[in-house]
């Protein structure tokens, strides 16, 4: 039992204070550094050659670097993430917008305004029958398939049918 052996009381509480700051602190600062990468190649304002530059003084100096370019452009880099961040919320509300707006009038649609035509005498109960069919089976003007098929629909009860598609 010669060798010395440390036990958890040999390392005092201000000891893993100590330490857990400066790991934290490293954490932080590579986390700062990241975004200050990220930013550069965000800004559109800045030539190759300024990006290059910034860069260069980022890793070959990396602790001057990163103060330097927090002094130099600190407020624009909030600037900058916070214009992103809304530009990417404008982008997915128009997405959501565009979604639930659908493609085209749902087949529920097309039954309302079919009845409408029927109640309005412009199209027998024989074209609303056939009609109704093919929007139910996926093959009219409101189905999925692609399909161009329309019901025939006439102006006036006694003159000529008129297709469409």
Not at 130 to 157: F, I, M, Q, W, Y
């Amino acid at each position: 039992m010669s060798a010395q052996t440390y036990l958890a009381y040999d390392f005092p509480l201000l000891g893993v204070f100590w330490t857990m700051l400066w790991f934290f602190l490293w954490i932080m600062w590579f986390i700062l550094l990241f975004r200050i990468i990220a930013d550069i190649f965000r800004d559109e304002g800045l030539s190759g050659w300024a990006k290059t530059g910034w860069l260069v003084f980022c890793i070959v100096l990396p602790f001057l670097g990163v103060f330097v370019y927090v002094i130099a452009r600190g407020k624009d880099m909030g600037r900058r993430e916070v214009a992103q961040r809304r530009a990417q919320r404008e982008e997915f509300n128009a997405y959501i917008r565009e979604t639930a707006a659908g493609g085209g009038p749902s087949s529920v649609d097309e039954l309302a305004k079919l009845s409408e035509i029927r109640g309005r005498g412009a199209i027998t109960d024989e074209e609303f029958r056939r009609a109704k069919e093919l929007v139910l089976t996926g093959h009219g003007p409101a189905g999925h398939s692609g399909s161009t098929v329309r019901a025939p629909v006439t102006e006036h009860p006694h003159t000529t049918k008129r297709g469409a598609g």
